[in-house]
């Protein structure tokens, strides 16, 4: 199968650049890939591992492209890393992946802060949401409510996914009311884990401590908490027996270096930076307890969850979203309401009982056998190899949709739903003598969203 991947790629700095580097290699083995982008640099890591092309969004190389089966294409919330293929994927339907589940910080600060279309990002908010999402729109173009406000209450989910021919979500939480009309994976997100004999040095060359070594890791914006993590710190009476590794890209890093002064946090707490990879290695073999709390939650599942856990390190994290789904034995949980409170309270508990939490990491590093990139590529494919049945599908739902609400509109109520039965096996008997991947979805896609469900 050829197959189209419009992706990050390292050195991109984004963990969806890492996720590729987890997936590629395995689907090159049997597929013919072209990784595309618009990149200035790609690593030489990723051309070890695939074909990869340029791609200029304002003009993509459409006949090469089309020569593909099917098309990836990967969202995640920042435009810096997702414009280009965004662009490409307006204008040719594909699969999307949601690496999060809600996208509306990635359509206002394309539409509003890049493009200064704000009649585009208005259009698609009253198209999801009536009214009352146009209205909300308004307020947030004029500072009246905030980003992360609206994230959480109109996620712009299906604008992402409209017209596509399937999305892929690494959540089950993507099946709620805002999942989209179309034929949804939810699969787990991949990760290859080191081999035993490493894992085993990686842990025993652990110092037992104190000062117990705490690590954040990632790309750190507003919703990591780090200003709740360091007013906990700040105000626990065992502050001295820790040390804080904040590694990654922060948000307002000239901000958090005056808070750690203000707090007199010097001695305890570094603010190391984006790091090569041998020197995150570093950190997190040394490391008691990894930090990554979220909030708001973008409904994302965490690579970084992944790689502590393949460190054998226990994590603290905040109980919403993908994390609230985490086995009680293999995490230690944050309530949103009471961060500080319950910071400390974990920081304590690991000085009290450091071997149920060595217990906890061992618990998540098994966890890593349910994320292997191999079953993963599997399923991948065997959803791209139904391209040809999810596009008619998919316009099956949108005429049955579409049908059903004129209908709806137009008829008594009580003479309505016998007609909107009939016009619905309809459709679904012409979808099925067109469609011929309709044997291959079964077992593989749900349906969920506007219109009927096609049998």
């Not at 709740?228 to 001295?240: G, H, I, P």
């Not at 469609?435 to 896609?445: A, D, F, I, K, M």
Request: aromatic share 8%.
């Amino acid at each position: 199968m050829k197959i189209n991947w419009f992706s990050p790629l390292p050195p991109a700095r984004t963990g969806i650049a890492h996720y590729a580097m987890q997936v590629l290699p395995v689907l090159v083995r049997q597929h013919a890939v072209t990784a595309w982008t618009d990149q200035d640099q790609v690593a030489s890591e990723v051309r070890r591992v695939a074909r990869v092309k340029h791609y200029d969004p304002e003009s993509p190389p459409w006949r090469e492209i089309n020569e593909g089966a099917v098309s990836f294409y990967h969202l995640g919330n920042d435009p810096d890393f997702h414009a280009g293929l965004w662009r490409v994927r307006a204008q040719q339907p594909g699969i999307v992946v949601l690496h999060d589940l809600s996208l509306h910080h990635f359509f206002f600060m394309l539409t509003v802060h890049q493009r200064k279309d704000y009649a585009g990002y208005l259009a698609a908010m009253e198209h999801w949401y009536g009214d009352a999402g146009r209205q909300a729109g308004e307020a947030c173009c004029a500072g009246g409510i905030s980003p992360d406000d609206m994230a959480q209450r109109y996620p712009l989910t299906r604008e992402a996914t409209r017209e596509a021919l399937g999305a892929i979500t690494h959540t089950e939480s993507g099946r709620g009311d805002e999942t989209p009309a179309c034929p949804l994976l939810s699969l787990k997100l991949p990760y290859a884990a080191s081999d035993t004999a490493r894992y085993r040095r990686q842990i025993t060359s652990r110092q037992p401590g104190p000062p117990y070594r705490l690590v954040v890791l990632g790309y750190l914006s507003r919703n990591r908490r780090l200003g709740s993590l360091l007013e906990a710190l700040a105000t626990l009476a065992e502050r001295k027996q820790f040390r804080l590794d904040i590694c990654g890209k922060v948000w307002d890093e000239s901000h958090f270096r005056a808070e750690i002064e203000r707090l007199e946090l010097g001695s305890l707490v570094s603010l190391c930076g984006f790091l090569p990879e041998r020197q995150i290695e570093h950190k997190l073999a040394a490391a008691h307890l990894a930090i990554n709390l979220r909030f708001p939650s973008m409904g994302e599942a965490s690579a970084s969850q992944l790689q502590f856990w393949n460190y054998g390190l226990p994590t603290l994290v905040t109980r919403t979203g993908w994390y609230a789904t985490l086995p009680e034995d293999s995490t230690a949980f944050v309530r949103p309401e009471h961060e500080v409170e319950d910071i400390q309270a974990q920081l304590r508990a690991l000085l009290d009982r450091p071997e149920a939490f060595r217990a906890m990491g061992e618990r998540g590093r098994q966890l890593l056998e349910n994320h292997n990139p191999e079953g993963y590529a599997e399923a991948l494919t065997q959803f791209a190899s139904a391209a040809p049945g999810l596009a008619s599908r998919a316009a099956a739902l949108a005429l049955a949709g579409r049908v059903g609400g004129e209908l709806t509109a137009w008829l008594h109520p009580a003479t309505s739903s016998a007609l909107i039965a009939q016009v619905s096996a309809e459709i679904c008997r012409l979808w099925g003598d067109k469609s011929s991947g309709r044997e291959q979805l079964s077992g593989v896609v749900s349906v969920a969203g506007g219109g009927p469900e096609l049998p």
